[in-house]
């Protein structure tokens, strides 16, 4: 039965602050250093995706290929059709899902990685352009590769300098820089990005309409005449926090949110009972359409400094909506 290694090293004399500072110092470094590197070769890379009628297949092995898993989901998701695809897979059946018309990127810092080195002959055959990410522009990746981009870091934050840390923060880093530039060659627009992410906020707002987020059911009014007590009582009911005042029209001639009772019982004090609604209420609440958007919706909230909204349709009260 193995032992485990004793602790060599005493934690009160280790600064924790300290290691973690210079694992960024690191790490922002080798980052900064790429920019310096940048030749025509991004540039290049670039404009070959956009020329593609085909897609973009990130392969990577071990650390590499959980960060190729990253990059691709980025590409995917601004606009650049991709999958990552395991090299092991690859050599096992999964070739036959790359088309001629598929750019290939190989991420591998050594560039002599041997589950990606037995791809090329394949690659080659079939006509793909390929793009190799790693940290050895002599490496045979990189030699056989249409395009290499250096992710070359001059040390690693590994204290060790074993573990890949500086070298996959520098090729997760390029993998962004191409998706960037490929967004704005596209000009990819906020539109663009929710129809990929419909169940996200920014879908929200950008793709539904106000008549699917709003409450339409049991909505909290009271008359104008209607006493602090029976306000009291449909904001409770009601569960938004409001209570609209209109008559049986449906006609919003005001709103009493939660605040305002809060403000109106700190004034009036003994006194807040003999109030009506008409007392309470702020007129004319701020209207949103039925068919507006939520983008136009939120826009709107945050340019009142409100957090509701009342719904109409014809200038009838139809719902409330809420961010």
């Known amino acids: 039965m193995s032992e485990h290694r004793a602790t060599q090293v005493?934690?009160?004399?280790?600064?924790?602050?300290?290691?973690?500072?210079?694992v960024f110092a690191v790490e922002a470094a080798a980052v900064a250093a790429l920019?310096?590197?940048?030749?025509?070769?991004?540039?290049?890379?670039?404009?070959?995706?956009?020329?593609?009628?085909?897609?973009?297949?990130?392969c990577g092995m071990g650390k590499s290929g959980i960060v190729g898993k990253k990059i691709s989901a980025t590409l995917a998701s601004t606009g650049t059709p991709s999958f990552f695809m395991h090299p092991g897979d690859a050599f096992h059946?999964?070739?036959?899902?790359?088309?001629?018309?598929?750019v290939f990127i190989a991420l591998s810092y050594s560039g002599e990685t041997e589950e990606m080195i037995k791809l090329l002959p394949f690659l080659r055959v079939n006509g793909n352009l390929t793009v190799a990410v790693t940290g050895n522009?002599?490496?045979?990746?990189?030699?056989?590769?249409?395009?290499?981009?250096?992710?070359?870091?001059?040390?690693?934050?590994?204290?060790?300098?074993?573990?890949?840390?500086?070298?996959?923060?520098?090729?997760?880093?390029?993998?962004?820089?191409?998706?960037?530039?490929?967004?704005?060659?596209?000009?990819?627009?906020?539109m663009d990005f929710a129809r990929f992410h419909p169940g996200g906020s920014l879908g929200r707002r950008l793709l539904h309409r106000v008549r699917e987020e709003m409450r339409s059911q049991d909505l909290p009014f009271v008359s104008a005449q209607d006493s602090a007590d029976a306000v009291l009582t449909?904001?409770?009911?009601?569960?938004?926090?409001?209570?609209l005042v209109g008559d049986d029209s449906k006609t919003a001639l005001g709103i009493i949110t939660d605040g305002d009772l809060r403000r109106a019982l700190q004034l009036h004090k003994a006194d807040f009972f003999a109030l009506t609604a008409a007392d309470l209420m702020t007129p004319n609440p701020v209207t949103i359409g039925v068919d507006s958007s939520m983008h136009t919706a939120i826009e709107l909230m945050a340019e009142h400094c409100i957090t509701l909204?009342?719904?109409?349709?014809?200038?009838?009260?139809?719902?409330?909506?809420?961010?």
Do not use: W
């Open 10 to 22: 005493d934690p009160a004399e280790l600064d924790y602050n300290a290691i973690a500072r210079e």
């Open 35 to 58: 920019a310096d590197a940048l030749d025509g070769t991004f540039a290049a890379v670039v404009s070959a995706i956009i020329s593609t009628h085909g897609r973009v297949i990130v």
């Open 93 to 102: 059946g999964d070739l036959g899902m790359i088309t001629s018309d598929d």
């Open 137 to 190: 522009a002599q490496s045979t990746l990189s030699k056989n590769a249409n395009f290499h981009l250096s992710v070359r870091v001059e040390r690693e934050a590994c204290p060790l300098q074993l573990a890949p840390t500086a070298s996959t923060t520098a090729t997760l880093a390029m993998g962004d820089a191409l998706a960037v530039a490929l967004m704005k060659a596209r000009d990819f627009q906020p």
């Open 234 to 243: 449909a904001v409770t009911k009601g569960r938004l926090g409001i209570a």
């Open 309 to 323: 909204l009342v719904v109409v349709d014809n200038d009838r009260v139809v719902g409330v909506v809420q961010k």
